[in-house]
């Protein structure tokens, strides 16, 4: 009997009832067939051995896809289970959870000793092995009594608790794959042997399903490709990335440092300060000539603020608290309500509006201390919000200038970037008409701006739909930094007001509004952006001064002062060390300007110059190098 398969460029095929989706592929063409790894019938993934019953959408699930290559390592991860499992026995060791995650997989397990890197490389030979061994890959139903029976005989129970936490109508399959056989929904490759090119990265700890109250587990990360030459491509990015770490060069370019007394919270040292006030005066700059008004708010507030806000019913968990007075209070965990208040504070007219206040915040969030990355991930930061009120008919105005000014700031420091339309969470406050009209003001501002968007479905904040900037950096990462959000809940909460033209009370609108997002966070993106080697107009040294001897240290001197009145940032190498010497350690400071002093420029109020990544260039007089050092500054080049 025939059935029809319609394929996703609407195209419909006939082919026999039975036909597996490989077949389906080969039917299609040949080139199809060779890249297959699985299907999607009406969208729900098979296996390619899976067999057509009924008419139905057809989508062929090919290797160099996003869905084809997740498969192709999340099969690359039960081999390293099955490998684990031939080296360390079902009694040495127990399996968790073992998915896909960006650029890779991972595997949680239970084993007493901490694994090595030489315990990895004995993995990977074992891996080698069973992809040798070109084990079928085969996908099985059982009944639940059957799985349970099955992982109680191998040992396992972490998976025997998954099965008891799943729903009596789930449907269970297991992969067998030579001797082994684990819990998966799939859909998984054919058989080992496609497996092409792996490598095992890294161990780490982690709490069995991310409950701290659990037990601690060892995870496994590793990552795999199509081709061997994707696999060093890809560990040559990890090298990379490995050098620009800013954790390590925050620590050699003594930018910032953590300490036990304070988990997640970042102590600023001379240099790292230097940086953040660099980044701060430029955009404080930029919002002055655009209007905005400066504000500072308490870090501490009483909590029925947090209520009346809506945050206590949506963040909660992510706040601290304390008494004060036998009052509860919360440190503010995002600065808004604060200028709710500020804002109330005053009766305002239509006239006044747009209202624009901005404050650098401090804002603490709860993160679990296993989640704390560095400045990535921290638990306290300072937002570069802003808080704009106007009027309805201002909303598409006003947004439009802050994509502008986003634009300008991010094009300063080389970032190209994506943007998202995130719309209405499941958790929303407020009316549906409200919500769509607000959605529909920030696509109309992106659509008539001519900017190329996603639409990110249910990634709105409670309280408004929002648009997210993702900056990339320099190896092509992406971090979303820049967001505006649109709120009609805040002013209603707060009863914010303006007397409008016909001389009675109306209701604002909000905008929400940041560039750096977190201002410590974007310190670690541009830390790892420019490898530590700051542009000048942001290097917390911008000119290393480097006497050839002890004889020039005083000459010296008089430069840095000549440089220092002209509002450059200096050090002097007074150590008596080879010229040589010096200006490795420079170099390996990333200094932008190296300027060498001795006897020639000396006698003729001079340095000779030397600039980070270009040659030497030659004597210059002091007021030259100064005219030339500011100009690169003023222009931030």
């Not at 600039?611 to 007089?621: F, H, M, P, Q």
Request: net charge negative.
């Amino acid at each position: 009997m025939e059935i029809k398969v319609a394929l996703q460029n609407g195209t419909i095929r006939e082919v026999l009832q039975g036909t597996t989706i490989k077949e389906a592929a080969g039917a299609i063409s040949t080139s199809l067939k060779k890249s297959a790894v699985a299907g999607k019938i009406n969208g729900r993934s098979v296996d390619l051995n899976q067999t057509i019953e009924h008419d139905c959408q057809l989508e062929i699930v090919t290797l160099d896809s996003k869905d084809g290559l997740e498969i192709y390592r999340h099969s690359t991860a039960h081999i390293m289970a099955q490998a684990i499992k031939r080296i360390y026995g079902d009694k040495g060791v127990q399996l968790g959870i073992g998915p896909v995650i960006e650029d890779g997989f991972y595997y949680d397990i239970d084993i007493e000793t901490p694994l090595s890197t030489d315990d990895l490389v004995a993995i990977e030979q074992e891996m080698a092995r069973i992809i040798q061994e070109n084990h079928p890959i085969d996908r099985r139903v059982v009944p639940r009594a059957e799985a349970i029976k099955l992982f109680e005989a191998l040992n396992e129970p972490l998976k025997l608790e998954l099965i008891r936490d799943l729903p009596e109508d789930t449907v269970l399959s297991i992969y067998d794959q030579g001797e082994f056989s684990d819990l998966c929904r799939g859909p998984h490759l054919l058989s080992t042997g496609l497996v092409k090119a792996f490598k095992l990265l890294n161990v780490a700890g982690a709490y069995w399903r991310g409950d701290s109250n659990n037990k601690m587990l060892q995870r496994i990360y590793g990552t795999a490709f199509p081709k061997k030459a994707q696999l060093e491509e890809h560990l040559l990015f990890l090298e990379e990335a490995k050098k620009r770490d800013h954790r390590k060069l925050g620590k050699e370019l003594e930018l910032f440092m953590f300490s036990e007394e304070a988990p997640g919270m970042p102590f600023y040292l001379p240099k790292g300060m230097t940086i953040r006030t660099e980044l701060e005066n430029f955009a404080r700059e930029l919002q002055r000539q655009r209007d905005y008004d400066e504000v500072r708010t308490p870090l501490m507030m009483n909590n029925r603020l947090w209520e009346q806000s809506g945050h206590w019913d949506h963040y909660k968990d992510n706040m601290y608290f304390t008494n004060v007075d036998e009052t509860k209070f919360a440190l503010k965990p995002m600065n808004c309500p604060g200028h709710m208040l500020i804002y109330k504070n005053n009766l305002h007219s239509y006239r006044e509006l747009p209202i624009r206040i901005a404050e650098f915040g401090q804002v603490h969030r709860h993160e679990f201390s296993g989640a704390l990355n560095g400045m990535m991930r921290v638990r306290t930061f300072c937002q570069d919000d802003a808080h704009l009120f106007v009027l309805p008919e201002q909303i598409e105005d006003e947004i439009s200038r802050v994509i502008s000014l986003i634009d300008h700031i991010y094009q300063v420091f080389g970032f190209e970037y994506k943007i998202e339309l995130s719309t209405r969470p499941a958790d929303y406050m407020g009316s549906e008409e409200l919500w769509d009209q607000a959605e529909q003001s920030l696509q109309n501002v992106l659509d008539n701006l001519g900017i190329e968007y996603r639409v990110n479905e249910g990634d709105g904040a409670f309280y408004g739909p929002k648009i997210d900037f993702h900056i990339l950096d320099a190896l092509k990462r992406s971090w979303q930094c820049g967001t505006i959000q649109l709120d009609w809940q805040m002013p209603e909460k707060f009863d914010l007001t303006y007397i409008g033209e016909d001389n009675l009370k109306h209701r604002p609108v909000v905008i929400h509004r940041a560039v750096y997002g977190s201002i410590d966070r974007f310190m670690g993106i541009i830390t790892e952006h420019f490898a530590g080697a700051f542009p000048l107009w942001l290097a917390p040294v911008q000119a290393k001064l480097l006497p050839v001897s002890e004889n020039y240290v005083d000459y010296a001197f008089q430069v840095k002062q000549s440089l220092e009145q002209a509002g450059i940032r200096v050090e002097v190498d007074i150590r008596n060390e080879k010229l040589g010497y010096k200006i490795r350690e420079a170099q390996l400071e990333k200094a932008p300007y190296m300027l060498v002093l001795g006897e020639n420029e000396k006698n003729s109020d001079s340095v000779s110059v030397r600039k980070r990544g270009e040659d030497d260039l030659g004597s210059k007089s002091i007021q030259e190098i100064i005219e030339q050092i500011n100009e690169e500054i003023i222009s931030k080049r």
